[in-house]
């Protein structure tokens, strides 16, 4: 069991990890070793998160989750596999972190009289200094 939060676990069992080879430098190290992690996590089919999680989960993976709802995180940072298959669990268990958090409630507000006054006296003394940068009109007295 993995520990997200102080009663929040999530099975071992749920996570799927492939492994593959890394993109960019390395050298021939690159080419020969599979250190890049892929890790899947199906988030509808977990038993332990909650249905306001999921929620919230899905809202924060964007891209990374698939249609029918399987988390996809890659991670080829460093170059070793160890290193990166933790890295990999270390940003799942940050997102459902952030997901088990309820964002707080918007209250409606509106601007106060005086900051209303205060926005309408800054835009009519702008008005005043752009009105006198117009050109004088030449007379009709020639």
């Known amino acids: 069991m993995i520990q997200v939060t102080e009663t929040l676990f999530i099975d071992e069992s749920d996570i799927q990890l492939d492994f593959m080879r890394s993109s960019g430098p390395g050298g021939q190290n690159v080419n020969k070793v599979s250190t890049a992690v892929q890790l899947r996590f199906n988030v509808l089919q977990s038993a332990n998160l909650s249905t306001e999680i999921r929620i ?49 409630p918007r209250h409606k507000s509106r601007p106060s009289r005086a900051a209303r006054e205060r926005r309408l006296s800054a835009k009519k003394k702008r008005s005043e200094i752009k009105r006198r940068r117009r050109g004088v009109k030449p007379s009709d007295d020639s």
Do not use: H, W, Y
């Open 56 to 104: 919230r989960l899905k809202r924060i993976a964007g891209k990374k989750m698939t249609e029918d709802g399987c988390l996809i995180i890659k991670a080829n940072r460093f170059r070793s596999q160890d290193k990166n298959r933790k890295d990999a669990i270390k940003r799942l268990i940050e997102m459902i972190r952030q997901a088990t958090v309820k964002p707080k």
